[in-house]
């Protein structure tokens, strides 16, 4: 900030950057829903009646905020309070005493359907309401801009898709929710926002804007302004800058157990076989690639589930529809057949389209709460005998999380809400306002995309003792991902770097392969070919304590910006996490 603001005085700039407009007809839930608090303190005086200061004693909680909770209570006709010798008392009515135990206490709310205006802008994929930004029309912005210098920032190819959980968080009112929103055709109109920079100071822009949109914004400016200074103000110029905005998923402290870590292929098929056994309402199966041999052995499990009134969706990514064999779309087309002739239609979707997405995931509800199995298995396509890793994910705040981008997945083209997508964004924001998970908690985060070559960095940076990554092919872009960065750390640190592999891909033949093999060794760096068992695990790990689990094959894939959810995984930060994986493959390596 101190070099925009000092380094050019009194330079106005503005800077135009895309943003998609629309409106959409929302169904909101509005009223009043029932907090954790005000249900404990009902369940406390289920168990006999108490007064306020004794509630406020056991609970830590300010007196006031317990009054308060009561006098809502007592509204609802849930307590009442009472005369007795100690003075009054709260004690629960008859009609409380039937609502205690339920999950979540019933709200007074009322569904009703609103238009409401909404924008979306390209650059970090904020969200605001219909007029916080003024936005023009391309052939509107001549006539707006007048003699300032201008800068256009392009827009992100991570934001191509929008995220429908961000945009209904951002217009929902005060004890109101989202639950649904009327299918629409309409696209979502482009526009441009104009926002002024004067002596470092941005106007136009709300005060949520978040931070790396105003660093975009005056870091443009500042070019701006610096190119004033060098060539003069004779005339006002106009730039073009791809401000890149890099997304890192929050780390969360997530529960973990050693047994959610799922490794080799038995240990696949017991735990979607668990998943699918353990579900009462929903699951989501994204598989990369359908065989019509896997989905025939898996189907089975589905119609169990459905017997019991499970709704499973199954979603598939496979993106060589151009080749002639297209062989999951043909798949998924004859195991919808053998739903209809099981006649569960009704219970069981088997999606015509690819999401064109790499990922490999499995959805479910359980007793326990929501879970997701993350990581390198083609649920609907492996046969369950190579060296697969998966990571069972419980925290609800992540599973939501990775819920609302298989909604972004869902969605077909930009702007344009299909169903399917809206209740996937509906249940993902549902499952995050979910209570967290108890017991054992550690650090862990997501991985999209390009995270993952940024995340290879880091590990270079950080590794004390060893980098190991294990992936299903090797290609000519692992020397740059992967390959260089981890010989960076050996020559620097003296670490040791080992990598492992099934197959050679594209043109990186067996006789390339076997010279890319010895170049490293030569270097320090081991690389070494595994045929049995068969790897198809995609995993990076470094030191003891730290392991990503990932769909991405770390020797031959180029995570792209442009498809940051072609990819996807989960890094988990837990004590002898990496030490006890890699002995587990190696005694799986072992003859």
């Avoid at 290879?456 to 872009?477: N, P, Q, W, Y």
């Amino acid at each position: 900030m101190d070099d925009i603001e000092g380094s050019h005085d009194m330079t106005t700039v503005q800077v135009i950057f895309p943003v998609l407009k629309g409106s959409r007809r929302f169904i909101i839930e509005r009223g009043r829903r029932w907090s954790v608090i005000e249900h404990l303190l009902l369940d406390a005086v289920s168990r006999g009646a108490a007064s306020a200061a004794d509630l406020a004693k056991q609970s830590s909680l300010p007196r006031r905020v317990v009054v308060e909770a009561f006098i809502r209570l007592m509204r609802a006709g849930w307590v009442e309070i009472t005369a007795t010798s100690r003075g009054p008392l709260f004690q629960i009515t008859a009609a409380g005493a039937s609502l205690v135990h339920y999950e979540q206490l019933p709200s007074a709310t009322v569904r009703e359907p609103r238009w409401r205006g909404f924008a979306i802008e390209q650059l970090s994929g904020s969200v605001y309401r219909g007029r916080e930004l003024d936005l023009y029309h391309k052939n509107q912005i001549d006539s707006h801009v007048g003699e300032n210098p201008v800068v256009y920032l392009s827009a992100s190819d991570a934001h191509d898709l929008e995220d429908m959980g961000e945009v209904f968080t951002t217009i929902e009112g005060e004890d109101e929710i989202i639950i649904g929103v009327d299918r629409g055709s309409e696209k979502l109109a482009e526009r441009y926002a104009i926002i002024t920079v004067k002596d470092g100071e941005i106007d136009g822009l709300p005060g949520r804007a978040p931070e790396k949109l105003r660093t975009a914004v005056l870091n443009a400016a500042s070019q701006m302004s610096a190119r004033l200074a060098e060539n003069g103000k004779a005339s006002a110029p106009v730039i073009a800058v791809r401000e890149p905005i890099e997304e890192t998923p929050a780390t969360t402290l997530g529960a973990y157990d050693t047994t959610d870590l799922v490794v080799d292929g038995d240990d696949h098929w017991r735990s979607l076989d668990r998943i699918i056994a353990g579900a009462s309402e929903r699951v989501i199966i994204h598989s990369t690639f359908i065989s019509d041999e896997r989905a025939a052995a898996v189907l089975p499990l589905l119609l169990r589930a459905a017997e019991r009134g499970v709704t499973i969706d199954v979603l598939w990514g496979q993106d060589d529809l151009s080749s002639s064999t297209r062989s999951s779309q043909v798949a998924a087309a004859k195991m919808q057949a053998g739903v209809h002739e099981a006649g569960r239609t009704g219970s069981i979707r088997v999606h015509p389209f690819s999401t064109n997405s790499h990922a490999k995931i499995v959805f479910a509800d359980s007793q326990k709460g929501w879970n997701a199995l993350v990581g390198s298995c083609n649920w609907l396509a492996s046969d369950y005998k190579s060296f697969e890793t998966s990571f069972r994910l419980r925290e609800p705040t992540l599973v939501g999380q990775l819920m609302k981008k298989l909604a972004g997945l869902s969605q077909g083209r930009p702007g344009v809400w299909n169903e399917f997508a809206i209740d996937l964004a509906v249940l993902g924001r549902k499952i995050m306002d979910m209570p967290p998970q108890r017991g054992r908690k550690v650090p862990m985060r997501l991985l999209y995309g390009s995270d993952h070559a940024r995340l290879v960095l880091k590990a270079r940076d950080d590794a004390e003792r060893r980098i190991f990554a294990l992936s299903h092919r090797i290609g000519i872009t692992a020397e740059s991902l992967t390959l260089l960065p981890a010989l960076a750390a050996v020559k620097e640190k003296g670490i040791e770097a080992s990598f492992f592999y099934g197959r050679t891909t594209g043109p990186l033949s067996g006789a390339a392969g076997a010279d890319l093999v010895r170049t490293f060794a030569e270097a320090g760096v081991q690389v070494e070919p595994i045929h049995r068992p068969r790897i198809h695990a995609k995993v990076l790990g470094w030191d003891d304590d730290h392991l990503a689990i990932s769909s991405l094959n770390w020797l031959s894939a180029d995570p792209s910006e442009s498809k940051p959810y072609n990819e996807v995984g989960i890094l988990v930060n837990a004590p002898r996490i990496a030490d006890n994986y890699i002995a587990q493959f190696q005694n799986a390596v072992m003859p």
